[in-house]
């Protein structure tokens, strides 16, 4: 059997990616207002070691920043089409440019991979599988693509692309990070942000496709409405979580 079909494609992984038995629940943290990108950063390092040196909880942050755009490790300097736009932070994560800001909701997600699997391919597998649940549960359908990491939805109603493929659009990004297979980074779902703003990059290094959010394909989604979706959904994935103030 050669290599090429031994290679399991991502939706082919189990995807749940549930923790040892008798781990803790995972924190589940909601940050009020918008949250500074280097503070955000600071809070997840300091939470990564914890979790790695003192087998701290692991915990999921939700948050929504303001108007900004973060380079991956991939990122080509030509994707960075209005430099001047917003600010622009380099980061360690996995991927390319993306855009973070008011109505998009990110989740950082800080996951200790010794407690579950050492797999980096299944894990990101099951941040897929995360975000399609929690569009399913609002009604849409998300799809993976094997030679792009996100989570995308089809435009039926669009003319079709050249090569006769259908025109699609990335509803989720997915940028991660480990550090001693502690996570951090994680996952953006466009529940109502402004499109626009991603006009300033190639979004992940994709110019043949476009963005869309929650409120764009006709769902009167709030803020809150996302986020318990995305609670629910993810202990389907990764198991049960409890709720946290921050300290």
């Known amino acids: 059997m050669t290599h090429e079909m031994d ?6 992984i189990e995807s749940q990616f549930f923790a040892n038995r008798g ?18 950063v600071r809070f ?3 939470r990564v070691a914890a979790i790695r040196d003192t087998n701290a ?17 991939s990122a080509s300097d030509t994707d960075l089409l209005t430099p001047d736009r917003f600010p622009v932070y380099a980061t360690g994560r996995g991927g390319e440019y ?14 200790d991979l010794k407690r579950r699997r050492c797999d980096v391919r299944a894990f990101v597998s099951s941040l897929e599988a995360w975000i399609i649940a929690t569009l399913g549960d609002m009604n849409i359908k998300g799809e993976r693509r094997e030679d792009r990491v996100g989570v995308w939805v089809t435009r039926p109603e669009r003319p079709t692309l050249p090569d006769g493929s259908m025109s699609e659009d990335k509803i989720a990004a997915i940028g991660i990070r480990l550090r001693r297979w502690v996570s951090y980074h994680g996952i953006s779902i466009n529940v109502e942000p402004d499109l626009d703003h991603f006009g300033g990059i190639v979004p992940c290094g994709i110019n043949t496709h476009g963005v869309t959010s929650l409120v764009d394909l006709g769902l009167p ?7 318990n979706a995305l609670r629910q959904s993810f202990e389907g994935v990764f198991g049960p979580t409890m709720s946290v103030a921050r300290k």
């Open 98 to 111: 993306t855009y973070h800001g008011p109505g998009q909701r990110v989740a950082y997600v800080m996951l």
């Open 7 to 12: 290679y399991m494609q991502r939706a082919e």
């Open 44 to 46: 997840m390092e300091e």
């Open 57 to 73: 909880n692991e915990l999921v942050w939700l948050v929504e920043h303001p108007p900004l755009y973060t380079a991956g490790t």
């Open 221 to 227: 989604v709030t803020m809150h409405d996302a986020d």
């Open 23 to 40: 781990s803790a629940p995972v924190e589940w943290l909601v940050a009020p207002g918008l949250v500074d990108y280097d503070e955000a």
